[in-house]
């Protein structure tokens, strides 16, 4: 599978581009900006993008919906409790003293266990409130990768202190849909470093 990491936006977020090796079909995940660098990789690998997926409604995840979403002609898919946010991206970004634009509505909402295919590969939604009510992890299973947005960190979870937030239920989120799946499971959180988690069961000091 292509499997590849962007740092985009001005708060660093880890876009992801996902490609089947045989069909060229992909996805985009969370293009919060700098599109013009999503697009050198998605041109590189040849890729057809026909899916971007919103982990979830922040500003920096989003972005780069309008642009991405135009430049590849790809449908756009978030959690339903998260679509509301879609439309406040310049204002939101503007609280930051940050440029943002807004983002098209969503072509079709994330659900928990949705499959999500793309040539050879399958994505497996998780849904995973806490951070936002609409968070969503990506896990794919034959590849033993999960991209948790901001549900999950090396060592850390996501914030609970923005609207939407509740730090319980975040807890419960990732012990009953992310530390139930495999230790070897590499997990790519939305920003910083890769880990597993296995190692976040044992280690991550909010647990």
Do not use: W
Not at 181 to 189: F, H
């Amino acid at each position: 599978m292509i499997f590849e990491e962007i740092a985009v936006g001005p708060l660093s977020v880890n876009c992801f581009v996902l490609g089947c090796e045989r069909s060229l079909d992909g996805i985009v995940v969370d293009p919060g900006g700098d599109v013009e660098l999503i697009e050198r990789e998605v041109r590189k690998q040849g890729l057809k993008i026909r899916t971007i997926i919103n982990t979830h409604g922040h500003f920096d995840h989003i972005g780069g919906n309008r642009r991405a979403a135009a430049s590849f002609g790809a449908r756009l898919l978030i959690h339903q409790s998260d679509a509301y946010l879609l439309g406040k991206v310049a204002e939101v970004a503007g609280m930051y003293g940050m440029v943002g634009e807004n983002s098209p509505e969503p072509d079709e909402f994330l659900y928990d266990g949705m499959e999500i295919p793309f040539g050879d590969y399958i994505v497996e939604v998780l849904h995973t409130p806490g951070h936002t009510q609409g968070g969503c992890c990506l896990y794919i299973k034959s590849e033993n990768k999960v991209i948790t947005g901001d549900t999950l960190f090396a060592d850390s979870i996501g914030r609970t202190d923005l609207p939407g937030g509740s730090h319980q239920q975040l807890l419960d989120s990732i012990r009953t849909k992310l530390f139930t799946l495999p230790d070897d499971v590499t997990a790519y959180p939305g920003h910083g470093p890769l880990t597993t988690i296995g190692h976040e069961k044992k280690c991550n000091p909010y647990f």
